[in-house]
Structure formats: structure tokens, C-alpha cells
């Protein structure tokens, strides 16, 4: 196995994030609950800006362009296949999956900074703060549900 070097670390972040993106807008597009749906565009759109940050990130750290595809197996940093055919759920069973796949991101990215020195490594621990801010964010949007009077 070949080193990662930062530009394919950041094609791969880049192509996990649009993935994530497509995963939420499939969900968003088969859910019978409206509400349900109208959260996984929020996601779809987040997953998106995220692509875009790092892209950004990726334009002014690099003086070249980065390699056209990942080196590895992306699509299921943040995505959960087994969610894909799921019709109906909640509102919190939505955020519940959402807060799984966020907190299973983290921990990837977590996982590849401890092992990567140098650049590479602070960038995945970047990347992984953000996974963490997405997941605190979501914990705290279950929180305020459980709190609502249920009707």
C-alpha cells in the first residue's frame, strides 16, 4: 500500500463528504414523514458545504490539482447502506442515525490521525473536529425533542 499523501487525503475527504451528501438526499427523497425528509436535505446541504470547505481548504494548501479519484473505498465513512431502504422513520430516529453516522466519521478520522504524522495527520484531526462539532450539534437537537411536550 502506497502513502497517503495530502492531496489524496483531501480527494478522499472531499468524495466521502459528497457521498454523505447523496446518502441524505436519497433518504430525503424515499421518506414518508416530511418533517424526516426536510432534515435529511438539511444534512444533504451540510455534507455539500462540507465538501466545499475542504475543497477550498485543499485549493489554497496545494499549488496543483488533486488526484481526480480517492484511493480507497470512501463511500461508507459516512453512510449506512442497511438505512437506504428505510420508508418511515421519526424525527429522532433520524436524528439518532444521523448522530451514528457523524459519531462513526469522527472516530475514522480520529483513527487516521493518530496513525499519520505530520500534515496529513493534523488535517484528519481537523476533519474529525468537525465530525465531532456535526455530532455534539445533533445531540443537542435530541435533547431539545425529548424535551418537547408530546402531543
Known sequence: MSKTTLEQALRNAI???????RFYSELASSMDNAQVADFFEIMAAQEA??????????DRLMAGELPAEPDMAVEMIETAPNW???????LEQA???ALELERHA?????????????EIGQFYRVVAGQERQHAVQLEEMIQQLRQQPRQ
Not at 468524495?15 to 451528501?21: G, P, S, T, V
Not at 437506504?84 to 421519526?90: P, R
Open 15 to 21: 468524495d466521502a463528504e459528497r457521498a454523505a451528501e
Open 84 to 90: 437506504a431502504y428505510v420508508e418511515s422513520l421519526s
Open 49 to 58: 458545504e462540507h465538501a466545499g470547505i475542504i475543497s477550498d481548504y485543499g
Open 106 to 118: 469522527q472516530l475514522y478520522y480520529e483513527t487516521l490521525a493518530d496513525t499519520i504524522e505530520g
Open 95 to 97: 436524528l439518532q442515525m
